[in-house]
């Protein structure tokens, strides 16, 4: 008997057995590399191109769903026009509480942005009123902070000659351009619009400030102290009208919150002045008394000295006690001030406190604490007042507060203490004076006095005239360039852009969702699954059969079979079904089957196949047509090749080829047939087969009896090769009795639906009786691999013909 290993035709080949996987443990999985991410995306392209094409399609939707938006655009300028009137004072006192590293237009926008200038904005704008219907224009809204409002929305109706206002507490009606009002509610409609009715929402206070904040924008021009204040709105009219509101409120308050420091300035010196000009005019009162008692006219010359030493103490003392009272008041004020208000930033302005280091830097501390608090509780996404981030801020402010109370105590402490030591040193001088004879010592104290007293009135007159000065000036540090006009051309709101970013996201998103269904599926697909969870080579890949490629004419091909023993066919013609390497062999199908049967010969090491069991781990695999093909391919080498249908529960072969069941497999095991009776040729030269026979009750028994021994025993005496249709490894033992008569065994997995666990398991159980496996054939009759990733689907047809 010939048996089928590789001759001298072929060239030598050695691969080892496929390793055995372990009994409980799956595959180790490789590590992802480039090829497999880009096939992962190949493979599911059309699942990234719809997932990309829905993403991009709704964020078109959405962009092109949003209305035109509108700027408009004011120009501000941010200076100190006081600064030449009032010698610097201001600007020198400002850079010592803020110090030099502060930006001036930089805090000046930051103010413009507050909560409490956008309040006002709100306020003359109406802005708490949002419209719900269709567009009309409103102006001089008022009274919707009154605490009496307490409805949440108010209607409009519209005639062509008057509007009319309806609230909870009545009705208004009134010419359009004129005031309507209701209730503590009044409000002006500019025109008569389109509709008949509308309906407007009455907002929280603090959600409209959020709403204009997000809105409201702010450029400083770089290198200059010009800023562009910007508002965007969907009414071209509301987004001037919300500039020009913001333009003027910022420069109003600037301008007063300028006269207010100003005016306690001055009266801070005013009220220094009036007690200077007193102690001066008294000091004068007495010098004058003591000359035309005592009759003293002049001094001794070397008495200058001592003069000019008191002279400078008493004016470091005064000095001293100046600032020891500006110090004072400070800290009560601070002291004083309601917990939880922002402490008042007017005394450090004074003279004196910004001449303290400490203090400069805790108040530029609490400047940047309560602006970064500031932008963490306002906008669209601004946190509440029970945030853990705003309450530590809160917390740190207040320690900051208590600090600056702190260091200005401290201050005073130590003003007390210079002012203690000075008064020492003027009393020991005195002492030394009065040494003296005593009307030199008298007069020169009095002369002293009157001079101490007048160079303080001069230095404090010169202070009271610029305060003075810049209290007269309104303007503050806000000069207004240019207004906002009313912009007539939408901006452009990058809708290319916002659908390209679309598009982009879908594709991420379909990358990503590629990537959770190749990780959810649980079915083998590839031949690489073979490799990494079975650890199997995969020995070919059965491409899609369409039946028009079978025949020359596009017909399936048709076998004529004679008449055999115990065959009841009369010769008929029938179809052998799912042959495709009957006929054209230039099939892809075809060329696949002889690539299994080359792969099958070059896959033993100096091994012998003559027999071999085709099984699968579920029905519908795909094992039936495998067989016979591939038993097919073996014959049309010159292999005397015998098909067993060993399925004695679901037997199909017959049909393939076109027989009757009986007798066969089961009658030669029960004795009721003789072997060489039950064995049929086909048409198919060197081919037979050898069918199920009658289904029995017990077929593990059969298959698993002695019989079955000899059987196979006298076969392989007779065939190059025997072939054995199994039935699935996972729906009855008689595989693995198959598998285990010492023959070599394939495993048929389909693409696509056998689950990799079901594989794993007939794998496992085919080991676990000594079972010689080959590896796997991948079935894909459902066209699941993708033609252009796989080598496997070349045929003959591809090149053409000459």
């Given at each position: ?23 409980n443990?799956?595959?180790?999985q ?20 719809l ?56 805090s ?33 809204v ?8 307490l ?10 000659d ?8 009545g ?92 005016r ?40 200058a ?9 008493d ?23 309601p ?31 309560q602006a ?52 020492d ?34 230095l404090?007159?010169?202070e009271?005239q ?12 806000v000069?207004?360039?240019?207004m ?65 490629l ?6 399936r091909p ?9 065959g ?6 029938r179809?052998?079904?799912?042959l ?11 060329e696949a ?56 529960r ?20 029960a ?96 080991q ?20 252009d ?14």
């Open positions: 008997m010939a048996n089928l290993v590789p001759g001298d035709r072929y060239p030598p080949r050695i691969q080892a057995a496929p390793p055995s996987l372990p009994p443990q799956p595959a180790t490789e590590t992802l590399d480039l090829r497999e991410v880009l096939g992962v995306l190949r493979r599911n392209r059309r699942l990234i191109g997932i990309a094409l829905v993403v991009t399609a709704l964020a078109a939707f959405v962009v092109l769903r949003q209305p035109p938006q509108y700027r408009a655009t004011a120009v501000i300028r941010l200076k100190d026009t006081k600064q030449s009137l009032t010698g610097g004072l201001q600007a020198q006192a400002m850079e010592q509480v803020v110090g030099k590293t502060t930006d001036p237009l930089l000046l926008i930051q103010v413009l942005r507050s909560r409490s200038i956008t309040r006002q904005v709100v306020e003359r704008t109406g802005l708490r009123l949002r419209r719900l219907s269709d567009d009309f224009s409103l102006a001089d008022h009274g919707l902070s009154a605490p009496s409002l409805q949440d929305t108010l209607t409009l109706e519209f005639t062509p008057a509007y009319t206002l309806v609230t909870d507490e009705r208004a009606t009134a010419p359009y351009g004129s005031l309507a009002s209701v209730g503590s509610i009044s409000l002006v409609v500019e025109r008569a619009p389109e509709v008949r009715e509308a309906t407007l929402e009455l907002l929280t206070e603090e959600k409209a400030i959020d709403r204009v904040l997000q809105h409201l924008i702010t450029r400083p021009l770089d290198r200059t102290d010009v800023v562009h204040v910007e508002f965007t709105a969907t009414d071209p009219r509301l987004a001037q009208l919300v500039t020009n509101t913001a333009v003027e409120v910022f420069q109003s308050a600037n301008a007063t919150q300028s006269q207010q420091e100003s306690r300035r001055r009266l801070f010196l005013e009220e220094q002045l009036a007690k200077t000009d007193s102690a001066l005019q008294a000091a004068q009162t007495a010098l004058s008394n003591f000359r035309e008692r005592e009759e003293v006219y002049s001094s001794a010359e070397w008495f000295a001592q003069q000019a030493a008191m002279l400078q103490l004016v470091k003392l005064e000095e001293l006690n100046a600032e020891r009272q500006v110090f004072a008041a400070l800290l009560d004020a601070l002291r004083d001030r917990e939880g208000e922002s402490r008042s930033l007017g005394a450090l302005v004074a003279p004196g406190p910004t001449a303290n280091p400490v203090i400069s830097e805790l108040f530029v501390q609490l400047v940047q604490l970064k608090r500031d932008s963490v509780t306002s906008g669209p996404w601004g946190s509440s007042a029970e945030n853990p981030d705003v309450q530590r801020l809160n917390t740190v402010i207040a320690n900051t507060e208590q600090r600056l109370v702190d260091a200005a105590a401290a201050h005073v402490s130590g003003l007390d203490a210079r002012i203690r030591s000075l008064n040193l003027r009393g020991r001088n005195a002492a030394a004076i009065q040494a003296l004879p005593d009307k030199e010592a008298e007069e020169m104290r009095l002369v002293l006095q009157v001079e101490t007293s007048r160079k303080l009135a001069d404090l007159r010169e009271y610029k305060a003075r000065i810049a209290e007269a000036i309104e303007v503050g540090q000069e207004v360039v240019d906002a006009v009313l912009p007539v051309e939408p901006i452009g709101t990058g809708r290319p852009l916002k659908i390209a970013l679309g598009l982009i996201l879908g594709l991420m998103f379909g990358a990503g969702g590629a990537f959770v269904r190749e990780h959810l599926n649980t079915k083998v697909v590839r031949a690489e699954d073979l490799e990494t969870e079975l650890r199997l080579p995969c020995l070919a890949v059965i491409p899609r059969i369409d039946v028009n079978n025949g020359a004419n596009g017909t048709r076998l004529r079979l004679p008449i055999r023993t115990g009841n066919n009369n010769g008929v013609e179809p052998l079904e799912k495709v390497t009957v006929g054209d062999g230039r099939t892809a199908g075809a089957y002889r690539t299994l049967r080359t792969n099958l010969l070059f896959s033993q090491t100096g091994g012998v196949l003559n027999r071999l069991v085709l099984t699968s781990s579920m029905p519908s695999e795909g094992k039936t047509t495998t067989a016979s093909n591939l038993a097919v391919t073996f014959a049309q080498q010159g292999k005397r090749v015998v098909l067993i249908d060993g399925d004695l679901k037997a199909r072969i017959h049909k393939v080829f076109g027989l009757t069941r009986e007798p066969g497999l089961v009658d030669v095991l004795g009721l047939a003789a072997l060489e009776d039950s064995i049929r040729p086909t048409d198919v030269p060197n081919l037979s087969i050898l069918t199920s026979g009658t289904l029995p009750p017990n077929p593990s028994e059969l298959l698993g009896g002695p019989r079955m021994r000899e059987i196979l025993d006298e076969l392989q005496q007779q065939f190059d090769l025997v072939m054995i249709d199994a039935p699935p490894v996972l729906v009855a033992g008689d595989a693995s009795i198959l598998a285990a008569l010492n023959a070599s065994t394939i495993i048929v997995l389909r693409a696509g639906q056998t689950d990799r666990a079901a594989a794993f398991a007939s794998v496992q159980q085919l676990a009786v000594g079972a010689r496996l080959l590896g796997a054939v991948l079935n894909d009759p459902d066209a699941k691999i993708e033609r990733e796989n080598y496997y689907y070349y045929a003959y047809n591809y090149y053409g013909e000459d």
